[in-house]
C-alpha cells in the first residue's frame, strides 16, 4: 500500500516537499516513482529510485529542479520540488515497481500506485 502526501497551495517560485509512505509487501518492491497528472493531461513521468536508494533518474521536463530520496527508516519515499511553476500544478502519484531495477518512465511499468496528492502552484 501506497500513502503520498505533503501536496497543497504553493506560490510560484516556492518549495514543496511530497513523501510517500509505503507499507505491506515491500519486499518485492525494486523501485519507486513519482508521476505526475495535470487536468486533462496524460500521466507523466516525473522522477524514480531503486528500492535501495541507491540509483534516481529524473526526466528532464523538470530541469534539476526535483530531488527524490528513499529513507530506509521511515520506509518513505520523498520528493523534494523547487523553484515551483504553475505548469507544475497537477496530481503527484508515487508508484512501486517489483521484481526488476529496470528505470522505466511507462506507468504501465508500475504495479502499485498511490491515490496522489494535488500540488497547486499560484503564479
Known amino acids: 500500500q501506497l500513502q503520498a502526501y505533503g501536496g497543497g497551495l504553493v506560490q510560484a517560485g516556492g518549495s514543496l516537499r511530497l513523501s510517500c509512505a509505503a507499507s505491506g509487501r515491500t519486499y518485492s518492491v525494486s523501485r519507486m516513482a513519482w508521476f505526475r497528472q495535470a487536468s486533462g493531461k496524460e500521466r507523466e513521468f516525473v522522477s524514480s529510485i531503486t528500492w535501495d536508494g541507491g540509483v534516481s533518474d529524473q526526466s528532464d521536463s523538470v530541469n534539476g529542479r526535483f530531488t527524490i530520496s528513499r529513507d530506509k527508516v521511515k520506509n518513505t519515499v520523498g520528493l523534494q520540488i523547487n523553484s515551483l511553476k504553475p505548469e507544475d500544478t497537477a496530481v503527484y502519484y508515487c508508484?512501486?515497481?517489483?521484481?526488476?531495477?529496470?528505470?522505466?518512465?511507462?506507468?504501465?511499468?508500475?504495479?502499485?500506485w498511490g491515490q496522489g496528492t494535488l500540488v497547486t502552484v499560484s503564479s
Open positions: 508508484a512501486a515497481r517489483k521484481g526488476t531495477l529496470a528505470r522505466s518512465s511507462n506507468p504501465t511499468s508500475y504495479d502499485y
